[in-house]
């Protein structure tokens, strides 16, 4: 009878290892599935995907980010508020997760700064708002400064920049009272995270797009037009790049 058993522990042990990679074998069957799904501009269907993954293994940083980020994607093109504010708070609750799996993880700080850019843009009360500008200048540079060259990241910052200039931020006075503290905050600092966004990402269309318009804000026409004749040319990689690209004929055109 021993002997028996101690014939069948290899076997046993065999089935052992193979039932405990099934899970790793399934989260990469399901993180493939979903960019399979994203190069088919079907973010609602990745995003599932990778909400799957994320339950699977609560440690899997990648999938936590992609959840943001495409909540995130998805949110801003909800024409009602309300919809959109519950897209952005369960981005919030994605990027919070992958942070903590991994503070200094380039992509887990950038989704934090990018929800907090998007959660600005609800025009909540001063104090949110506030709130929300103050934590994407943080962990927009926590960002950078785990990886100089994450695109996504100085795109963010550089847009952080621009809006602090432009939009209707500074209407409100906390808003103001912490913008006087920022003496570098100015059109070039605009420019030069997005100019560096699009030489690491050649392909980027919305960086593109964002960085003419900061071109045109600074009446520097040539810059822009050398900027919207290649964004228009860019291939079409994520669901919103036929919007961004629509955008840059028509301002190409108004400004030619």
Not at 45 to 63: F, I, R
Not at 118 to 141: H, P, S, W, Y
Request: with cysteine.
């Amino acid at each position: 009878m021993l002997n028996f058993k101690l014939k069948r522990l290899p076997a046993l042990v065999t089935c052992l290892c193979l039932w405990l990679q099934l899970p790793a074998q399934d989260n990469t069957a399901l993180l493939r599935e979903a960019k399979q799904l994203e190069l088919k501009f079907d973010e609602a269907g990745a995003l599932e995907k990778y909400k799957q993954a994320a339950e699977a293994d609560a440690s899997n940083t990648n999938a936590l980010v992609k959840c943001a980020e495409l909540s995130c994607s998805i949110g801003n093109r909800e024409k009602d508020a309300a919809s959109k504010a519950g897209y952005f708070s369960k981005a919030f609750a994605y990027a919070q997760k992958a942070y903590a799996n991994d503070s200094a993880n380039a992509d887990a700080c950038y989704a934090m700064a990018l929800v907090n850019y998007r959660m600005a843009a609800l025009g909540t009360g001063n104090k949110e708002l506030t709130e929300n500008i103050k934590q994407t200048k943080i962990f927009a540079d926590k960002s950078l400064a785990a990886n100089s060259n994450n695109a996504k990241a100085n795109y963010v910052l550089g847009m952080w920049h621009f809006e602090l200039i432009r939009s209707g931020w500074l209407k409100k006075k906390g808003v103001k009272d912490f913008y006087n503290k920022i003496p570098d905050t100015q059109v070039d600092s605009a420019a030069w995270f997005m100019e560096k966004a699009r030489s690491i990402d050649p392909y980027f269309a919305q960086d593109h797009l964002d960085l003419a318009k900061v071109y045109i804000y600074d009446h520097q026409p040539a810059k822009a037009l050398e900027v919207l004749n290649k964004l228009v040319k860019l291939p079409n990689r994520i669901y919103d790049d036929a919007a961004y690209k629509a955008e840059g004929k028509q301002l190409l055109a108004k400004n030619q």
